[in-house]
Structures are given as C-alpha cells and as structure tokens.
C-alpha cells in the first residue's frame, strides 16, 4: 500500500482542515488507517485511527470532541476533519496502514506510512 497524504495548511485557532490520505493497493479496505502527527522537538503520537473490519474509531484526548476520521472504500482514501484548530495542533501529520484489523494506536503496529502533511495554526 501507498499512501499520499494532503490537505495541510496555515489556518487560523478556530478554523477548520479537512486531511485527506490516497492510497493505492487492492487491499485499502482491508486496512486498518491511522492519522499520526509530529510536532517540533517531539515525539510522533497518534491523533485517531479507524479499524477496517468494525469502522470503529479511536482519538486521542486531546482531539476528541474536534475531529471525525473517515473513509471512502470506493476511492481508497480516508480523511481526518479537524475542527476548531488550536495552536497546539501544529505539527506534520502522517497517515498510515496496517492490516491489523483492530484498532491500532502503536505507530510500531503500522506498515505504510504517507510522507506528511504540514499543519500550522495561528494564534
């Protein structure tokens, strides 16, 4: 599986992004998706992930309540809506894959990685 990440930006605090993740391989929908980020001098976390096999999802505290992830079987592609933004929320976001097809929140569980997406938010 590759997958192409998009849909970064510089938003203003309270604004919205829409993430998008493409990714090419017969097997996407057999893939559990996550949406990671990583922000400067720290460690790379997950931000939410949606299990291929139940559409449950997951999202970190810090996220809950502000952003819905998603995915469209048919165009191979899951998306991560981020609502009112917070400065705190700058980072590179990364999407990933993994067969597993439960929930998946330890990045070393992921086989596919994107190449990022820059995220900025203004105060």
């Known amino acids: 599986v590759q997958l192409q990440a998009s849909g970064g930006g510089l938003v203003q605090a309270g604004g919205s992004l829409r993430l998008s993740c493409a990714a090419s391989?017969?097997?996407?929908?057999?893939?559990?998706m996550g949406w990671f980020r990583q922000a400067p001098g720290k460690e790379r976390e997950i931000v939410a992930a949606?299990?291929?096999?139940?559409?449950?999802?997951y999202y970190t505290d810090s996220v809950k309540g502000r952003s819905t992830i998603s995915r469209d079987n048919a165009k191979n592609t899951v998306y991560l809506q981020m609502n009112s933004l917070k400065p705190e929320d700058t980072a590179v976001y990364y999407c990933?894959?993994?067969?597993?097809?439960?929930?998946?929140?330890?990045?070393?569980?992921?086989?596919?990685w994107g190449q990022g997406t820059q995220v900025t938010v203004s105060s």
């Open positions: 949606i299990s291929w096999i139940s559409g449950h999802t």
């Open positions: 990933a894959a993994t067969s597993n097809p439960l929930i998946v929140t330890m990045e070393s569980r992921y086989d596919f």
């Open positions: 391989g017969r097997t996407f929908s057999r893939n559990t």
